[in-house]
Structure formats: structure tokens, C-alpha cells
């Protein structure tokens, strides 16, 4: 066996060996992406950061305007824990409709006599993902969740807020431009929302978007 080929032989077996622990992670499992959903779908993950403030009443809602920053989810390959987002993708805007209830947070929440608290959005809510601006096509469904205990606790002197579970659907469509034009779907928040003493508020959700496009005889209006 000449030189040539051994060295040949050497370098194929190290390619074999690359190749082998680029497929398993650090546990020793292959990686083979699977998705079981139907080629019509398209799911689109995000992070929303919002702030918003006490804008007036109606006769049983607390006006609490919102607007902030959506990033692109970044997740853990190995388990799909969320990491964060560091590219921004779009903003949001939208004015909250709380119930009055949600006063009620300021004080102990073991006392809020009903485990959840509703809320929605009004017919102004728009989501700029990829350069398609989403608005509702169905109403946002929206509860808070007291009950479970705060989220996170801060510093009862210097910076009295607790951060409330926070969860919603809705359905949406897409305009006519961007990387989702066209398309119609649902999206489901997930989250927290922190209300200070003055009742200025930051949330942060987790924002899945499943899309597809409408089929012929199903319009969307």
C-alpha cells in the first residue's frame, strides 16, 4: 500500500469521524430534525417586550396601551428551552382592555376570589413580524392566573411589583406584504406582566404564530 493511498484512507476516516460527532449532541443522541406538522404550516416563534400605563376607563375595562420590540426566539436544540432573541424582527402595538379586576393585583392575590382575571385586545392591535403586519381576525381570549403565586417577586420597599402569569389566543390575519403576506392563522401569547405601584406595566411574552393560506371558497373578512 503506497503513501498515496494510506493517506487517502486517513483522511476519509477522519471525515467519518467528524461527521458522526457533528450528528450527537452532548448526551450521545443523533440529531435528526422531525417535524410532524402538515407543509401548509408555518409556525413562527417569538419574544415580545412591552411596556404600558393606565390610559382611561370605559364602563368595565382598564385602557392600558402597549408597544415594544418583537426578537426572534432562539432555543436550547438539545431540550427547546427558550434562550432569548437577539434579532429583532418587528414591533408591536395594541391597546389592552383589563378588567377591572385586575386592581385587585395590589393587594394580597391568595384574596382575588376567582383563580383567573380576563383581559383582550382591541381591534387596533398590530404585530410587524418579517415585515407582514398581523391584526385580528377573531377576538383575543386572554386570562391572567393569580392563583398561581407571582412569577417573580421584587423588592417589597424599593420596587413593590410581582409578575403575574399571563396567557391568550387569538385569531389573525397578514397583509399583503412581508415574508407571511396572505396568510391567515392563530396566535396564543404566553407570558408575564409586571404592574408597579402606579400600575405602569412591562410583559414580556412568548409568541407562537401558526399561518397558513386561506383555501379557495374560505374567504377571510
Known amino acids: 500500500m503506497n503513501k498515496q493511498i494510506i493517506c487517502g484512507l486517513a483522511s476519509a476516516a477522519m471525515l467519518v469521524s467528524s461527521a458522526t460527532a457533528f450528528a450527537g ?29 393606565v390610559a382611561g376607563f370605559t364602563s368595565d375595562a382598564i385602557l392600558f396601551p402597549i408597544a415594544g420590540d418583537v426578537y426572534a426566539t432562539v432555543t436550547d436544540d438539545d431540550t427547546g428551552v427558550t434562550e432569548g432573541g437577539y434579532v429583532k424582527e418587528g414591533n408591536i402595538s395594541a391597546t389592552v382592555l383589563l378588567s377591572m379586576d385586575f386592581f385587585q393585583l395590589l393587594g394580597p392575590w391568595a384574596a382575588i376570589p376567582t383563580a383567573t382575571i380576563p383581559w383582550t385586545m382591541d381591534d387596533d392591535f398590530a ?16 386570562r391572567a392566573f393569580p392563583h398561581l403565586g407571582a412569577v417573580e417577586v421584587y423588592d417589597p420597599i424599593t420596587n413593590p411589583t410581582q409578575a403575574v402569569r399571563m396567557g391568550g389566543c387569538a385569531g389573525v390575519r397578514a397583509n399583503n406584504e412581508g415574508d407571511y403576506a396572505g396568510k391567515v392563522g392563530t396566535l396564543c401569547l404566553n407570558g408575564t406582566f409586571t404592574f408597579d405601584a402606579d400600575f405602569n406595566g412591562h410583559g414580556v411574552s412568548n409568541c407562537s404564530i401558526a399561518l397558513h393560506t386561506p383555501q379557495p371558497g374560505f374567504p377571510v373578512e
Not at 28 to 44: A, E, I, M, Q, R
Not at 127 to 142: Q, Y
Request: proline fraction near 7%; glycine fraction near 8%; hydrophobic fraction near 35%.
Open 25 to 53: 449532541n452532548a448526551k450521545g443522541h443523533d440529531k435528526v430534525l422531525f417535524n410532524p406538522n402538515t407543509p401548509s404550516l408555518t409556525v413562527v416563534n417569538s419574544i415580545s417586550d412591552v411596556h404600558g400605563y
Open 127 to 142: 404585530m410587524v413580524i418579517n415585515g407582514t403586519t398581523f391584526s385580528f381576525a377573531e377576538p383575543l381570549d386572554g
